[in-house]
């Protein structure tokens, strides 16, 4: 493939670096991460865990703070509701056997989890039993949560202590993933990764990734920093596929500060029966959708963008004032505790909200146990696109998705791994860069920030996402020609490839469906679009039908089945 998409981005020969060994390497740390990485480990083989940052909070993960949805007990609900509703918000795009699959096995992942020490908050008003809370797109309270508002974090807890302390579990911090190394055969051996001042070559019998999303790339994000689209980039110059890219979920209640970060405002709050109005105590979203505050996100937020833009409204909030205080106080302090951070009190004053790029539906194709296109490599969580989401990721699905596929694909790499096993090659790569010239690492990336938001965010449309592509091919050439090996720089050739690739779905999609709007082409045509857009390096963009099957288990590899 020519510039401006080097297949890796520095140069180097395999037998002149540092050498390590491991059945099965996981690249990530969050439920998805930790998932895999138990469920290899069970299988009796060795696992080592790579994060690119130093603390358990440093992902996605550890700031979700709705819940995770289950059914676990009641009469009134069951999986199959859970999944038609699923499939409701996926508009047509969901793998719909793939859906009822992990609605289903959810119980046993619940309990698991319960198992390994993870306390889920109890039904106050019942005195007994797992409190369930409504979130938007749900037909159930069903949405489980810990420490009020604290759910990913304490699920963190519970499987990241249970990872350190297995024997056959080794985890690096500060490491991060150059590139996936693939051999002549395209199989997947391992990983080029910078850590520790070195660049080392870790050779794997099978690497599940799970290194989560690309919601960064936008200007407003309520993401971790270093949600970047690493995975998605490093995967894709691997020989996957990605798909369903143009599919990105913004969250509609963000606090809306100048000069301060766009912190998360749960669902869950809304579930509770917060209002969205704006100055005057409009509820206008009751002209909109009938369910109103409970409507899907995607719905929310266009109509939150819509009516800024109306003349003499001055902004839009989230209205808690009517609620009983000291229940919002014990069920959302982390909310409360943030909010009051910055001199607002979600007992007597209106929170100032907008909306934020939040979750990347789109990612790494996948089948049913999480493998790829390359041989050897799984992915799972939100660096992956199984077809649980369709069009518009349900509320609180993105945990479940992580514990269930995130095991499947740990078992699965584990068979693969048990019967390949790592084995060092000689591998050479040039690299990217050069030592004339300079770049500036911080402008480009901010730029490329505003212009994600301004071009492909909550509403396009085809000249913008034009000229959006054309100054993104530009700048990625640019960012691959000159410049350092610093990581800054490489994690910037991602976010650029990624963007390009997100725009370029998005400008193909003339449509519009679930979490993407084009304003000429504001309606959804199952006739022509329902179809995934699917991206390979060599193959360039293509069209997918929906039941298409997925891409098979890697030949040689011992079959798995989902548990």
């Not at 069009?391 to 791994?417: K, Q, T």
Request: include cysteine; charge should be negative.
């Amino acid at each position: 493939m020519p510039e401006p998409y080097p297949r890796y981005l520095l140069p180097f020969d395999t037998f002149r670096l540092p050498h390590h060994l491991t059945d099965v390497l996981v690249i990530g740390a969050g439920v998805a991460g930790y998932s895999a990485a138990l469920g290899a480990a069970e299988a009796g083989l060795r696992v080592q865990v790579l994060t690119k940052d130093t603390e358990p909070s440093e992902c996605n993960t550890w700031w979700a703070q709705g819940g995770v949805a289950a059914v676990m007990e009641g009469e009134d609900d069951s999986p199959e509701l859970h999944a038609e509703d699923t499939i409701a918000v996926g508009q047509g795009l969901c793998d719909e056997p793939l859906v009822h699959g992990i609605a289903t096995e959810a119980h046993d992942r619940i309990e698991e989890l319960i198992a390994l020490g993870a306390r889920f908050d109890e039904d106050e008003i019942k005195g007994n039993g797992t409190a369930k809370g409504l979130e938007g797109g749900h037909s159930r309270a069903r949405i489980l949560h810990a420490g009020g508002d604290a759910t990913g974090a304490e699920i963190c807890r519970a499987l990241g202590e249970a990872a350190d302390a297995h024997r056959r579990v080794i985890r690096w911090q500060d490491a991060f993933v150059v590139d996936l190394l693939t051999d002549d055969d395209g199989r997947c051996r391992g990983a080029l990764v910078s850590s520790r001042g070195h660049l080392r070559a870790i050779w794997a019998g099978a690497v599940v990734l799970a290194s989560g999303g690309y919601a960064q790339i936008f200007r407003e994000s309520t993401n971790y920093s270093g949600a970047t689209g690493d995975g998605a980039a490093i995967a894709w110059r691997a020989g996957a596929e990605l798909q369903d890219l143009e599919f990105v979920q913004f969250h509609p209640t963000t606090l809306y500060l100048a000069g301060v970060p766009r912190l998360l405002i749960t669902e869950a709050v809304r579930g509770e029966g917060a209002h969205v109005v704006d100055q005057d105590g409009n509820r206008f979203l009751l002209d909109v959708d009938e369910r109103a505050e409970l409507a899907p996100r995607d719905v929310i937020s266009r109509a939150i963008t819509k009516h800024l833009e109306r003349p003499g409204v001055a902004g839009v909030f989230l209205e808690m004032t009517h609620l009983d205080h000291e229940r919002l106080a014990r069920r959302f302090p982390g909310v409360a505790r943030s909010c009051r951070q910055h001199g607002l009190d979600i007992a007597h004053d209106r929170i100032p909200i907008r909306p934020a790029a939040h979750y990347s539906i789109g990612g790494v194709r996948t089948d049913q146990i999480g493998a790829t296109r390359v041989p050897g490599l799984y992915a799972a969580g939100e660096v992956s696109a199984c077809g649980l989401h369709g069009a518009n990721r349900l509320a609180s699905n993105s945990l479940l998705e992580g514990l269930v596929m995130g095991r499947r694909a740990g078992r699965a790499a584990a068979a693969h791994a048990s019967a390949w096993g790592p084995d060092p090659v000689r591998m050479h790569g040039e690299g990217t860069g050069s030592g004339r010239g300079t770049i500036d690492v911080d402008d480009l990336r901010t730029s490329l920030k505003s212009m994600m938001w301004r071009d492909v965010g909550i509403q396009r449309n085809g000249g913008n996402l034009t000229g959006a592509s054309g100054a993104m091919s530009a700048w990625e050439g640019f960012a691959c020609r000159v410049g350092d090996d610093a990581w800054e720089r490489l994690s910037l050739i991602n976010m650029l490839g990624v963007a390009r690739l997100l725009t370029e779905s998005a400008f193909l999609r003339e449509e519009s469906r679930g979490t993407h709007f084009r304003r000429d082409f504001p309606e959804r045509d199952d006739e022509a679009w329902q179809v995934r857009i699917v991206h390979h390096r060599d193959e360039g963009l293509k069209r997918v039908a929906v039941n298409t099957p997925q891409p098979a288990a890697p030949q040689g590899a011992p079959g798995m089945e989902p548990a």
